[in-house]
T-cell receptor
Framework: GNSVTQMEGPVTLSEEAFLTINCTYT??????LFWYVQYPGEGLQLLLK?????DKGSNKGFEATYRKETTSFHLEKGSVQVSDSAVYFC?????????FGKGNQVVVIP | DAGVTQSPTHLIKTRGQQVTLRCSPK?????VSWYQQALGQGPQFIFQ???????QRGNFPDRFSGHQFPNYSSELNVNALLLGDSALYLC????????????FGPGTRLTVL
């Protein structure tokens, strides 16, 4: 079945640091890939997406590239802000349902 | 334009009880999906409703059931509650085709004591 694996553990970093969150997937066919963000006490918000291999999704300074050869969709941001503190989920869509990774809490310290 | 709304926000029940959670989709959306998010975990797909019928189902027992009304709103029912049912329940709405984005509501936090 479809599944998503995210790197273990929370991520703590200083403001203006570079952020990378790793995401790999297992899927049949050619799924669409997503990053969602969840701020404290809120539901999920779509951050960015990519629908085919080599597509780059981008939004609010975040980027992720759909790498079919490595089945990866790593999230990056060049300079994080305190307001980026949240939980980030990688997800894939197959058969019109979303499969999520476990999420990574990101804490940005001023 | 209101987004996806869910009610109630929080709910506390005891083991063995039954619970009903409600979801109103974003305007123009006709498909509702439900997800369970346990603490510290990613959301898990429960089921999806379209045209008042369950279209897909994840790996959840029959204690979890749902309904979709003609106005596209939806209910999630859980019978014989277990401690392990404590979670954030998220509703997402979309249009009927497979390639359209799902928009999530804020969720209902269910605590089973």
């Amino acid at each position: 079945g479809n599944s998503v694996t995210q790197m273990e553990g929370p991520v703590t970093l200083s403001e203006e640091a570079f952020l990378t969150i790793n995401c790999t997937y297992t899927a049949t066919g050619y799924p669409s890939l997503f990053w969602y963000v969840q701020y404290p006490g809120e539901g999920l918000q779509l951050l960015l997406k990519a629908t085919k291999a080599d597509d780059k999704g981008s939004n609010k300074g975040f980027e992720a590239t759909y790498r079919k050869e490595t089945t990866s969709f790593h999230l990056e941001k060049g300079s994080v802000q305190v307001s980026d503190s949240a939980v980030y989920f990688c997800a894939l869509r197959g058969n019109n349902r979303l499969a999520f990774g476990k999420g990574n809490q990101v804490v940005v310290i001023p | 334009d209101a987004g996806v709304t869910q009610s109630p926000t929080h709910l506390i029940k005891t083991r063995g009880q039954q619970v009903t959670l409600r979801c109103s989709p974003k305007s123009g959306h006709d498909t509702v999906s439900w997800y369970q998010q346990a603490l510290g975990q990613g959301p898990q797909f429960i089921f999806q409703y379209y045209e008042e019928e369950e279209r897909q189902r994840g790996n959840f027992p029959d204690r979890f059931s749902g309904h979709q009304f003609p106005n596209y709103s939806s209910e999630l029912n859980v019978n014989a509650l277990l401690l392990g049912d404590s979670a954030l329940y998220l509703c997402a709405s979309s249009t009927g085709t497979a390639y359209n984005e799902q928009f999530f509501g804020p969720g209902t936090r269910l605590t089973v004591l």
